[in-house]
């Protein structure tokens, strides 16, 4: 499910604790903020953050979600 924050529309706040999550590579947070960029969610649009976090998920974790993710963007030409 999606966090509280996002589903009240609280992006700032929701993106500081996905970040605080990412740091210690919390492979849901990592893709929910690959999400977020992906998807401009409450910030600019930034695939370039979006395909950096898909990518910790996948080296990190083997993450399958992530690895498609990433598949997807790749074949939907944003990727780089």
Excluded: C, P
């Excluded at 999400?35 to 979006?50: P, Q, R």
Aim: hydrophobic share 40%.
């Amino acid at each position: 499910g999606k966090l509280l924050h996002i589903e009240t529309k609280s992006y700032d706040k929701a993106r500081v604790w996905l970040e605080k999550a990412a740091t210690k590579d919390h492979v849901g947070a990592l893709i929910m903020l690959a999400d977020i960029y992906d998807e401009g969610v409450g910030t600019e649009k930034n695939y370039t953050l979006a395909e950096q976090y898909l990518y910790r998920a996948v080296n990190k974790h083997a993450s399958l979600e992530a690895y498609h993710k990433l598949g997807l963007i790749y074949w939907e030409g944003r990727g780089e």
